[in-house]
């Protein structure tokens, strides 16, 4: 059977459903956080902060940073309501408490009409849209971990990660098509059109996540509870029991990850301008054509991934990022298209795409079924407070502290690598695909063969 053949063998008509709720509801999701990115890197900052003499760039960050801070908070409410209630109503209240928050944004008053409750408006609305994207990412993932064979687990998941760029695609293209508006009206009002036009998607998402289906292992654990009259729970305290060692695993692997993700794709556009002297539509094309590269290349790192070995293929991504780093920075601040456009394309397309595509077989291979969801949450969110949500604050001080030097940039960039190189060495086979639980039947239902189901 050829390759395309076996893939198309994997998914039935509830397995392609998953599979698509799954991927649109990440694209959704990473689209609002790069969409705000791009605005905070913009517009926020003179809009909201303007009357700072100085930093309102870093405070515009740390209001995206705040998005971050209540995501393992929303994760773990919301990883309680789909054990309670089901996968369907969790993965619905996401996406309608993120569309309610980018919306609301893009309805914002700013500063020069509200003055200091725009930014308290714009803390609260970053706070939902953390709240809801908490559980968005980690629940598609082992959704869709658990609907597919383990073995071709590092692919299918790996669409589900090539979300992330291609959101980010969306977000930097629909800033781009804005920013040929004259500074007055983009300042004015065209900034917002693409949290506006966010609508949209989240009807379309709504639309298709109404229609999945709860998936077989969760069937099996409600009938389960039935009979035992008992009530499930969200298995935190087991995880933090049985499952410290993989969640730390878990939360270094990232590091690197999250720390490369918004650097190029959010920090870059204000290092370009900046610090490199580019226009900001220069900015915004060089982003959008470099995350193609990320969008089409992630799937090849995931199915690397279940060829050579999840853990393997992040060691080589890291290992590259954490050399690529002063050379991506000495770009970036160059001034040349051609020369940043082969930066970011690395980085996209070998870095982001080798350290993206097997991550979600590598995180839900940490774990045993039944503390799968818990754990994978804990260790993408509690990094993303860490790690991802700070880093475009923390690049752009670095920046101004050094007085446009890359040097110490650079260093925090290698250093959130090198300690994703110490994880997937520590991790060892922990986090392939061979080294996956399998549970051969739960009430009549088999992990492995729930594709068939």
């Given amino acids: 059977m050829s390759t395309l053949a076996t893939l198309k063998a994997d998914l039935n008509p509830n397995t392609r459903r998953a599979l698509l709720a799954s991927m649109l509801g990440s694209l959704v999701e990473w689209y609002d956080y790069a969409l705000y990115g791009a605005a905070a890197s913009l517009v926020i900052g003179p809009l ?3 009357q ?3 930093g309102s760039t870093i405070a515009a960050f740390a209001t995206f940073a705040v998005g971050f801070v209540a995501r393992p908070l929303g994760g773990l409410l919301i990883a309680w309501l789909g054990d309670r209630r089901g996968r369907k109503p969790a993965m619905l209240l996401t996406i309608i408490i993120m569309g309610i928050s980018t919306v609301g944004i893009g309805l914002l008053p700013t500063a020069e009409h509200l003055g200091v409750w725009a930014v308290v408006l714009l803390v ?3 706070l939902l849209q953390g709240l809801g994207a ?3 990412l980690t629940g598609a993932l082992t959704l869709v971990a658990e609907y597919t064979p383990v073995q071709r687990r590092g692919f299918w998941t790996s669409l589900v ?3 992330p760029p291609a959101g980010s695609l969306l977000a930097t293209l629909a800033f781009m098509l804005v920013s040929g508006l004259p500074e007055e009206t983009f300042r004015g009002w065209g900034w917002r059109l693409p949290f506006l036009l966010s609508a949209v998607l989240f009807a379309v998402a709504i639309f298709i996540r109404n229609k999945l289906e709860e998936s077989p292992e969760y069937r099996a654990a409600m009938a389960q509870q039935e009979q035992k009259k008992e009530a499930l729970k969200v298995p935190l305290a087991d995880v933090l029991r049985t499952n410290f060692k993989q969640v730390l695993i878990g939360f270094m692997a990232v590091t690197g990850h999250n720390a490369n993700n918004y650097i190029i794709s959010i920090v870059s556009i204000t290092v370009m301008i900046n610090y490199g002297g580019l226009s900001r539509s220069d900015a915004l094309m060089l982003v959008m ?3 193609i590269f990320g969008v089409v290349l992630s799937p090849v790192g995931g199915a690397l991934g279940d060829k050579l070995g999840a853990g393997k293929v992040m060691l080589l991504g890291s290992v590259t990022g954490l ?14 298209f051609l020369l940043i456009f082969c930066a970011l394309s690395i980085s996209f397309g070998v870095v982001l795409a080798t350290t993206s595509g097997p991550q979600g077989a590598f995180l839900v291979n940490l774990f045993p079924i039944k503390t799968r969801f818990t754990g994978v949450a804990l260790a993408r969110e509690l990094n993303g407070v860490v790690i991802a949500g700070f880093t ?3 690049v752009a001080a670095l920046f101004e502290f050094g007085q446009g030097s890359i040097v110490l940039p650079s260093l925090y960039m290698a250093t959130c690598f090198a300690v994703t190189v110490v994880a997937t060495l520590w991790a060892k086979d922990s986090g392939n695909n061979s080294a996956a639980q399998v549970v051969p039947a739960v009430n009549g239902w088999d992990p492995e063969l729930s594709s068939k189901v």
């Fill in 124 to 126: 609260i609305l970053r």
């Fill in 161 to 163: 990660l090539s979300m």
């Fill in 392 to 394: 475009p604050m923390i």
């Fill in 48 to 50: 909201f902060f303007g």
């Fill in 134 to 136: 908490g559980a968005e």
């Fill in 289 to 291: 054509l470099a995350t």
């Fill in 52 to 54: 700072m003499e100085s």
């Fill in 323 to 336: 050399i690529f780093a002063f050379p991506l920075f000495t770009a970036l601040t160059s001034g040349s």
